[in-house]
């Protein structure tokens, strides 16, 4: 263990470097987010030992109360939905929900076309509701890539 104390006493720098690096890969590995604000401050503690010189019981409390206070003030102020657990932003048909469009196809047995943003999508709308041919719909939701609108 004393080849592991004069490794630290020689290169205290690369030593909190490297538990940096390795809090990191846990983070990326995992992607909860809980490991990211530890890997930042043992990179922290990297560079102030590179600038000042102190013992190891020091940079651990300095670890330690960084370690905590980011943590906390990260889940305190970041946005709750940092985890992705909202909606798909790469979800392209979910993303039209509320948009507006135009009928491209006269709808029969509540089935036809809409056009919206660009693209040509199926739809589908209440028998009693159908859109007519060049109507303006909205698009209340969608599913498996079929939208279901409103004529308005």
């Known amino acids: 263990m004393t080849w592991l104390a004069e490794l630290y006493l020689a290169h205290p720098f690369w030593i909190w470097a490297a538990i940096a690096g390795v809090i990191l890969a846990g983070e990326v590995a995992t992607g909860t ?4 604000w530890p890997a930042a401050c043992a990179a922290l503690v990297a560079l102030l030992t590179f600038v000042l010189k ?9 670890f330690a109360v960084l370690t905590i206070a980011s943590t906390l003030l ?11 657990d ?6 392209n048909v979910g993303r039209l929900v509320g948009h507006y469009g135009m009928a491209v196809s006269a709808f029969e047995h509540g089935r036809g076309r809409v056009f919206i943003d660009g693209k040509e999508w199926a739809a589908v709308a209440d028998e009693d509701e159908t859109p007519l041919l060049d109507q303006r719909v909205k698009v209340l939701s969608a599913d498996s890539g079929i939208l279901k609108v409103k004529a308005y």
């Open 33 to 36: 987010g809980w490991l990211l």
């Open 86 to 91: 909202g909606p798909d932003i790469n979800d």
């Open 74 to 84: 990260a889940r305190r102020y970041l946005p709750g939905n940092a985890s992705g």
């Open 54 to 62: 102190g013992n190891f019981a020091v940079e651990l409390a300095v």
